[in-house]
């Protein structure tokens, strides 16, 4: 089958990497993978499979281009003046039909797609009013209202967003999370299914065995996450500090928290031993020589940088966030949780070391493999 993949940018960033992974899965799979992404910036991350036909649709550029999207384009900046993050619902309407466009011309050289899979909530608003019976929609994370009961602009959202389209969520606690936000916003889709994130297990083992120059000498935890407020490097700050073992933290990341979290630490008296190794294009490395890898995030869609971890053979705890952690973290697994409390992640993270970690069971990644995660996109997902 043709499949495209559509994603707003190819920054460094989980939900970017998924899309590369899952665009690479099709390849190997055998199917014509097709990978789109809007935004001009050069792409920091690119698909380990040749096969795979990469697109660059500058959306901005084409606004200006068409003549009208220039005045769209405008009154939309204007209107997002008095009405905040009002933007897309203009921007968006345009960009669908200039999408639609490119689709067509794509479709000229390539043959019709199978299936289009937009992936980010970022992605869906830029080209919103894109209408396809082939179209999914992939919902990568917790969706709540502002408050129970939705305004009229909230709910206006939800209606060009996800009304009467086909949506898929990363993990069940998403899914069920989301049922709830659709009827508070009177939105009706298509269809909700969960199909997970692919992990692709011998990319990252391979890509685990690249030099690391930077290597700690020591054994050290590890965290991997942008430093924004949704993953909690406080809790992982304020549970470092109280916990038993000598072994340094690496935080592998950037983000805007990043001074904010250095000023944490030495207010905690453990700066001496937290390393702020800012963003890396490869963090798996940093995970195969880790000790332990630590999860903190307050909601995580799925967690998929635990699943990374356990490819690459290092043992994770985490704390039970809301989302999709419950759908990796089961089974034997479950033990590895605990309560989001600075002293649960202490004591959770002190007893595993302790007890020199666990051995990895490779069953733990076999529902996540990419051929498990291609096939349920291409049949589970209804075409109409």
């Given at each position: 089958?043709?499949?495209?993949?559509?994603?707003?940018?190819?920054?460094?960033?989980?939900?970017?990497?998924?899309?590369?992974?899952?665009?690479?899965?099709?390849?190997?799979?055998?199917?014509?993978?097709?990978?789109?992404?809007?935004?001009?910036?050069?792409?920091?991350?690119?698909?380990?499979?040749?096969?795979?036909?990469?697109?660059?649709?500058s959306l901005s550029r084409a606004?200006?281009?068409?003549?009208?999207?220039?005045?769209?384009?405008?009154?939309?900046?204007?209107?997002?003046?008095?009405?905040?993050?009002?933007?897309?619902?203009?921007?968006?309407?345009?960009?669908?039909?200039?999408?639609?466009?490119?689709?067509?011309?794509?479709?000229?050289?390539?043959?019709?797609?199978?299936?289009?899979i937009f992936r980010g909530i970022?992605?869906?608003?830029?080209?919103?009013?894109?209408?396809?019976?082939?179209?999914?929609y992939v919902l990568e994370n917790?969706?709540?209202?502002?408050?129970?009961?939705?305004?009229?602009?909230?709910?206006?959202?939800?209606?060009?967003?996800?009304?009467?389209?086909?949506?898929?969520?990363?993990?069940?606690?998403?899914?069920?999370?989301?049922?709830?936000?659709?009827?508070?916003?009177?939105?009706?889709?298509?269809?909700?299914?969960?199909?997970?994130?692919?992990?692709?297990?011998?990319?990252?083992?391979?890509?685990?065995?690249?030099?690391?120059?930077?290597?700690?000498?020591?054994?050290?935890?590890?965290?991997?996450?942008?430093?924004?407020?949704?993953?909690?490097?406080?809790?992982?700050?304020?549970?470092?500090?109280?916990?038993?073992?000598?072994?340094?933290?690496?935080?592998?990341?950037?983000?805007?928290?990043?001074?904010?979290?250095?000023?944490?630490?030495?207010?905690?008296?453990?700066?001496?031993?937290?390393?702020?190794?800012?963003?890396?294009?490869?963090?798996?490395?940093?995970?195969?020589?880790?000790?332990?890898?630590?999860?903190?995030?307050?909601?995580?869609?799925?967690?998929?940088?635990?699943?990374?971890?356990?490819?690459?053979?290092?043992?994770?705890?985490?704390?039970?966030?809301?989302?999709?952690?419950?759908?990796?973290?089961?089974?034997?697994?479950?033990?590895?949780?605990?309560?989001?409390?600075?002293?649960?992640?202490?004591?959770?993270?002190?007893?595993?070391?302790?007890?020199?970690?666990?051995?990895?069971?490779?069953?733990?990644?076999?529902?996540?493999?990419?051929?498990?995660?291609?096939?349920?996109?291409?049949?589970?997902?209804?075409?109409?």
């Open positions: 089958m043709k499949v495209l993949i559509v994603v707003r940018t190819l920054k460094i960033g989980g939900m970017e990497r998924v899309a590369v992974n899952l665009a690479d899965a099709f390849a190997e799979q055998g199917h014509e993978s097709h990978l789109m992404y809007f935004k001009p910036r050069p792409p920091q991350l690119a698909p380990s499979n040749e096969q795979v036909n990469v697109h660059h649709f606004m200006w281009a068409s003549g009208v999207g220039g005045g769209v384009e405008i009154a939309a900046r204007l209107f997002n003046s008095v009405l905040r993050k009002s933007y897309f619902l203009l921007s968006g309407w345009w960009g669908g039909k200039l999408f639609r466009r490119e689709i067509r011309r794509l479709e000229r050289q390539y043959g019709a797609f199978d299936r289009i970022g992605t869906f608003e830029t080209v919103w009013s894109f209408q396809d019976p082939r179209a999914c917790i969706i709540k209202p502002s408050s129970g009961h939705a305004g009229w602009l909230e709910r206006l959202k939800a209606r060009c967003l996800f009304h009467h389209k086909h949506l898929v969520t990363v993990s069940h606690g998403v899914e069920k999370q989301i049922v709830t936000t659709m009827q508070t916003l009177a939105v009706e889709p298509l269809s909700l299914k969960t199909i997970t994130n692919p992990c692709p297990l011998a990319d990252i083992r391979n890509a685990m065995r690249d030099d690391f120059p930077e290597r700690p000498i020591s054994p050290y935890l590890l965290n991997v996450a942008r430093l924004v407020p949704q993953k909690n490097h406080d809790l992982l700050l304020r549970a470092y500090a109280k916990m038993q073992t000598p072994l340094p933290l690496v935080i592998v990341g950037e983000g805007p928290l990043r001074k904010e979290l250095e000023a944490l630490a030495i207010e905690l008296g453990i700066a001496e031993n937290v390393t702020f190794a800012g963003r890396r294009l490869n963090p798996y490395p940093w995970m195969h020589h880790a000790r332990l890898f630590i999860l903190s995030s307050a909601h995580e869609g799925l967690g998929i940088v635990l699943l990374e971890a356990l490819a690459c053979q290092t043992p994770v705890v985490s704390v039970d966030c809301p989302g999709g952690v419950r759908d990796i973290m089961s089974g034997e697994l479950e033990a590895y949780l605990c309560d989001m409390t600075p002293e649960a992640l202490a004591a959770r993270v002190d007893a595993v070391l302790e007890a020199d970690g666990y051995a990895i069971d490779e069953r733990w990644l076999e529902r996540f493999s990419p051929a498990h995660i291609t096939s349920a996109f291409l049949q589970e997902v209804p075409a109409s």
